[in-house]
């Protein structure tokens, strides 16, 4: 049996649609299909960049779905055909010692619990696997509606991550640099985490605007100037107490060590570019004696974190579905949103493909 | 120099108006004189129970309060008279070795950083001292109201801390233990610090109702029947990821072991009760092996916890002012309100004394 | 086919001999026969306590061993029949909502992942099953006796992990109560963890010379005096950084409140009595606002556990053997030394069976 | 009344011995004569290098060392004349808003805390200061030596502090790259904080011989070879759980996030070269993906630091005192310490100044 799906046609060069077996799940999996999923900035990095993990030729994208469980191995006991799922991009194999150390996300290898669109065929498809389908999916809660469980898979763990990196406490101030979804959640995160004054760093105008009403407190637009400037012109030369990198490349680690006072926190979600080369003032780092603490790290992932983050938008703490801006339809749709990532317009900020609904 | 002042009579029996020499203030410390102030529960435990650290004879009562410096220490360098602060009720003594220890709430001894209203006089007078002044109070940014500020000063960095003892982190569910308006600020900071599901737990009427609109997702009362079955029945019969105890007596830690799941967190903010004998049915402990963490605490003070408080006010994060039910003035004022806190009425919940505005 | 174990014959009752059928390896399983035993005092709760987890009639005990491959599921690819592995007492199910909760011991319910010798037949037999074996057990590195391996079950983890709970950094005074095997092995730890003065209480004379070759810095004998007293006459009255609780009964909880410092912390290793009730002075608790932090729990277990104690032991950062005062052979030496746990005689600290050598 | 003391003349060209007033002890402060010290390598750079921080013209040097008190300022309550203390090279002023945001070594301002030697003349002279001296010094416990002691001030907070910041778990294997005095005192730490395997890194044969005594398994010369290649040979290609980086300049940093595995510590000692900049391919850091958590800082101070490490030495658990190699006396003895550090032989590790025994 054949399906059809949107993915690399030569790793490097081109994308298209693209024909495989449809896959049989194995004891713990769960054949799925669809039902909405989102493009990711990293599907556009997945396709065209060199040096990606496990990218390759005839690969299907897309890891941020919410699915219809089609058919189920014989070791899932408590899901059944026909579930709703919110499938989180990182879907690790628990069964694995990186977990007994803390760092499942690791699980098999650097950065191997993410699998789906990268190691494994992507969402972007009329069907796809979910490994260890009942430790790593999550049912959506009464109330929850799809558009807002769909962004539990990637953007809002992935956003709320930095935070947690960052360690934001109660009155915090905190600058989130980057507007783009990722960033947005971060800044909901801050506020959810007790943050004070938010201070984002962003230009986009629609992103700017939903970045206000999330809970930036300042919008400071890197196209007007030295970020670290305007921040500290914003602040009255006080430095700020945790800083959290969502967008821009590896150069935003100096500024991030330079923004944050002694014994503050640096979150970063931010993988280094490529070629991945950062030639640095370490003036800006303090010279490593300012007992800034520096974590960065591929998204939580889990059934656990996922139905913690869909408590979160079931008893009302944030609203992750503002972040939509555009509705695609179907594998056509797969497409034509992957093609937004790649332009991304001044009214973009994420975009939702409709499959199976 | 005399001044008048509302306190103890004879400790644990009378209380009334009393005069006593204007103090005069020590190298780092400043006189003040009351802007607003609030009475606390703990001002009638600290009048009228036995075995209160340092209560006494003659002593005026009051430690939450915003107030003008009179006059100032030659130590002082950054303030100047006039200045209008919001005096923590926890102001310790910061060379010490317990700050050295991490234990700054207990410098010179258990709970010796709380002084005001305890072991020096209090705010309920024509004048006050504060210790080392400019590193245990803090200036009220713009746009923060005096009602506000002065709800820094006790109940919420103790409904606060509450949370942090616990340690709640996303997604997590939470019981608050109380509904005054300590337990308000522990919602408040619950779902400051990501919770999803807040079950409050209270009864009278005006405090049920600011719980909500502050963040309660649903509220029990421990009037209706077994606090444990009850909240048992709302979750399908699942354990909480945090307990925060801000009400009731020690007889609700046995109530909290039971309602939270292996590895959550308890954040005690209650005394245990006069006689302090607790006895307990250790199966509700799960027979201490199941990893919950316990802990409980006199609430952080200094400056830069009434800063960052006051910058989650300033920021629009929570306005405690909405606790404000009742109107009080002046020294008569005093005793007003701290007859309110004796009587609890379903319409109370807390009062504030206008001094000097 | 049929083998033969020591157990219970009525639960709370009787102990002997008994048969059963040899138990088949599921996918990620292995038989084992046992190398090397020990048994527990847990043993004789398991047995003969009302109350008891998973306790019952006709199940062979013991849960510390050092055991050979016999079979393996078809899931393991790593391990190869005839390794010989350290087998932790607690063996969690990893795939599991409590792992991603950060509670593995309590897999599948409160203290559910300790299977062997509970809820599954346990080591004191000709074979027993390991459930999830390559994530669950550990090699034995070059250099580790049997014997120092076979600490690794329980004694080692289980001491261990009360100087985690308790939270021990460097320079700490540390209270140990309890000189049985876990004490000891609480002691190393403290040692092993930065502590400066150790005071251990206990009173078996072989204990308390192994106590001081460990680490002990002084040792207490509660049949001396007071414990409080007697601590506080050796540090001058200054109460300690931490204690852990590796012996006696819950009635140590109120002392360990007593001993510790504002801001220390407790690790409780010990149990609830039968019948569960605890009548305490709160006074001892400082009423619960001295930011003591409280945590106790089943012993960590799982392979990367294991291999990090044994690399302790390959390391020579310690040598558990020392406690092996006594050597039983054989099936009738599990009955041997179960009865030895049963009746400690001032000589005994630990007996070891050897089984299959 | 006039001194002398051994420091910079022309701060970046020429050190050499100068006359000074003897200083006048402010209210909390101490008049102190060393009784011994020891030059330490910052001693170098604080006299040559362009833009170490409050380095200038005249100014005495040194900052490790035991003192006498020859005079108190009037607010000393607890010490008196004569006392002999440990003085840590960090000094904070506890009355600061730094000290309430957890970053008392930066009290008022990067590094600020430590002053003695920097900021304000040092400890090799015939007198110096010592700022807040109750909270800042230690008595010498019975049974530790005055070489022991003379260690504390820096060499041991320092050491211990790398371990601190990599977060040593139980087990772990740990890579310390350095074997001079920090490093001897990072592998002792490593030790007593529960690693299992420690790789050590150096080259001088009396730091390496001294290295395998104090705890490491095992001694990498980087002149064999590459670092990172060493140590995966020995490993048999399994990165380390932490790495604490004690030696080398800055280009160690990349080397030690390869060396680490995902979510392990990288704790940094070491401040950035000069010229600061750091040219480095962030494959190394594993694209900032792994969860690696970096902090580095300058060293713990205060009594009870000291009051801490001193307990580690009079309970046997170091003796730091194995790192003095060398012997001068008086403050003809500064001077040839201070050059035995610029002009380090294969026999050094640490000297030792007796001034005033």
């Known amino acids: 049996m054949k399906m059809k ?117 992507g969402v972007m498809a009329e069907y796809y696997l979910v490994n260890d389908v009942e430790m790593n999916t999550a049912k959506i809660p009464e109330g929850v509606s799809l558009e807002s469980a769909l962004m539990v898979s990637d953007m809002m763990t992935t956003g709320f991550h930095g935070v947690e990196l ?25 506020k959810l985490r007790g943050a004070a004054r938010i201070i984002a760093v962003g230009s986009r105008s629609r992103c700017v605007e939903l970045a206000k009403q999330y809970g930036a407190s300042d919008v400071v637009n890197y196209k007007d100037g030295d970020i670290y400037e305007q921040i500290m012109y914003l602040t009255g030369g006080k430095k700020v107490d945790r800083t959290v ?36 003032d370490t003036a800006d780092f303090c010279r490593f004696v300012a007992h800034h603490r520096l974590a960065g790290g591929l998204c939580p992932g889990g059934r656990r974190r996922a139905e913690r983050l869909l408590g979160l938008i079931q008893y009302g703490r944030v609203d992750p579905s503002l972040m939509l801006t555009h509705k695609c339809y179907g594998l056509d749709g797969c497409k034509d949103s992957f093609e937004m990532m790649r332009n991304k317009t001044d009214e973009l900020i994420k975009p939702i493909v409709y499959m199976n609904v």
């Not at 960052?166 to 801050?190: S, Y």
């Open 5 to 121: 799906g949107f993915g690399t046609i030569v790793h490097g060069e081109s994308v298209g649609f693209i024909e495989k077996d449809i896959p049989e799940p194995g004891e713990f999996e769960a054949l799925m299909e669809p039902v909405v999923i989102a493009p990711c900035t990293s599907d556009v990095h997945i396709a065209f960049e060199q040096g990606h993990n496990d990218a390759r030729n005839h690969r299907i994208l897309g890891h941020e779905s919410v699915g219809r469980i089609v058919k189920l191995g014989a070791g899932c006991k408590e899901y059944k055909v026909g579930d709703i799922v919110v499938v989180p991009c990182t879907t690790p194999n628990w069964r694995t010692l990186e977990v007994q150390d803390g760092a499942y996300q690791h699980s098999g290898g650097l950065c191997q619990g993410m699998r789906i669109g990268t190691s494994q065929d």
């Open 245 to 280: 990198i969502a967008g821009g490349g590896t150069e935003q680690l100096p500024i991030a060590y330079k923004l944050t006072r002694p014994a503050g926190g640096i979150g970063d979600l931010v993988a280094a570019d490529t070629p991945p080369r950062l030639n640095i």
């Open 166 to 190: 960052a360690g934001v406490e109660f009155g915090d101030n905190v600058v989130v640099i980057g507007t783009g979804p990722v960033g947005l959640m971060a800044i909901v995160a801050a």
